[in-house]
């Protein structure tokens, strides 16, 4: 198998720690922090805390092909949800707008853990989300579409 990788090398700037409030939509409040901050790429290191709900998807194989992928139509489960982990990275879309791509695993009053790609809204805070981000100095990270999956993903590239 041929090794294929696309990375940059960085220096790791400021760490943020943060915290968001009852009511707070996930996404958006993490977004938030970073634009205050001046924050534009990065990755969220930890995220703990609690959902009132959540909507996330996952990733399938492209029904009826040997290749390609799809997402799977948005889950939404309601609260009370507990973020067991979750991580992200944070760059910025074509069109130059922030975008975070974050994943969460959680575990619902019954003890079910689920979890994937956490969509950019309908995620609000139940009583306290704790955040660490680290930002990243020297490289770009771009999200758009890649053609050999069909999806859109981060591109990797050196300079900022």
């Known amino acids: ?38 924050i534009r790429f990065g990755y ?4 703990i805390g609690s959902l009132a709900m959540v909507r996330f998807i996952y ?5 009826g092909k040997d290749s390609g992928f799809v997402f799977s139509k948005p889950v939404e489960k309601a609260g009370p949800l507990e973020i067991l982990s979750g991580q992200g990275t944070l760059g910025e879309g074509e069109d130059g ?13 019954k003890d079910r853990i689920s979890g994937g790609h956490i969509l950019e809204t309908g995620c609000p805070v139940l ?26 993903l981060f591109r990797v590239s050196s300079g900022f």
């Open 44 to 47: 969220v290191a930890s995220l």
């Open 127 to 152: 009583a306290t989300i704790e955040v660490v981000i680290r930002e990243t100095r020297g490289i770009r990270l771009v999200r758009g579409p890649d053609e050999e999956t069909g999806m859109s």
């Open 1 to 38: 198998m041929d090794n294929r990788t696309e990375y940059a090398v960085s220096e790791i700037g400021r760490t943020l720690i943060g915290r968001l409030l009852p009511g707070t939509d996930l996404v958006p409040g993490i977004l938030s922090i970073c634009a205050e901050s001046g």
């Open 59 to 63: 990733v399938n194989k492209t029904p």
């Open 97 to 109: 707008k922030p975008f975070l791509h974050l994943h969460a695993l959680l575990c619902d009053e």
